[in-house]
């Protein structure tokens, strides 16, 4: 029972347009919701996160949006550059956090 | 300040042995959580330990246990293993809780023959 699912396997972009990922969620007892970055042979890195409470959080490139009402959150990148390439993992946090299985960014030059 | 350390980073085991891995949270973290990582999975949740108690479990069998020590580094264990076992196994410390920004290591790469 996947309760965090990020349905794009992969997403390809064009250097300096907005990279869009999605992630929907099941469980209404998520109320903390994060972006990890991965590399190959890396562990997740730390991108963004959000809380229930709020809509939207901005850092920088990064900009993630929540609907709680259909259950779903967005990361946008603009501009999107070539060291952006990497997998982006959705999490939700309910005291233990559920990742989604993960979206392969590539950003062309 | 070091980072999460995990060791060994590549390890091959048969079916039916069992394996030990361990890991080195960032100092002053005392939240200590573990995940498997298979292809199309994601990352799945195994346990989050805090002051050497399981605070949290994943669902998995029995077979996956922890531990953390009083120095906060954690070790887990796989016994019987499987094929299905073959993974990556990443360790994540946080200061006190989950919710807390959640540091990787760069993870155990287990092969299951």
């Known amino acids: 029972d996947q309760q965090v699912k990020q349905n794009s396997p992969s997403l390809s972009v064009q250097e300096g347009r907005i990279s869009i990922l999605n992630c929907d969620y099941t469980n209404s007892m998520f109320d903390y919701f994060l972006w990890y970055k991965k590399y190959p042979a890396e562990g997740p890195t730390f991108l963004i996160s959000?809380?229930?409470?709020?809509d939207k959080n901005e850092d920088g490139r990064f900009t993630v949006f929540l609907n709680k009402s259909a259950k779903h959150l967005s990361l946008h990148i603009v501009p999107s550059q070539p060291g952006d390439s990497a997998v982006y993992f959705c999490?939700?946090?309910?005291?233990?956090?559920?990742f989604g299985q993960g979206t392969i960014l590539t950003v062309h030059p | 300040k070091a980072g999460v350390t995990q060791t060994p980073r590549y390890l091959i085991k048969t079916r039916g042995q069992q394996v030990t891995l361990s890991c080195s949270p960032i100092?002053?973290?005392?939240?200590v959580s573990w995940y498997q990582q298979t292809p199309g999975q994601g990352l799945q949740f195994l346990f989050e330990?805090?002051?050497?108690?399981?605070?949290n479990k994943g669902n998995f069998p029995g077979r996956f246990s922890g531990r953390q020590f009083s120095n906060s580094r954690s070790e887990m264990n796989v016994s019987t293993l499987e094929l299905g076992d073959s993974a990556l196994y990443l360790c994540?410390?946080?200061?006190?809780?989950?919710?807390?920004?959640?540091?990787f290591g760069p993870g155990t790469r287990l092969t299951v023959l």
């Open positions: 994540a410390s946080s200061l006190r809780q989950v919710e807390d920004t959640q540091y």
């Open positions: 959000i809380s229930s409470i709020k």
């Open positions: 999490a939700a946090s309910a005291r233990k956090l559920t």
């Open positions: 330990y805090f002051s050497e108690t399981q605070r």
């Open positions: 100092s002053g973290h005392r939240s």
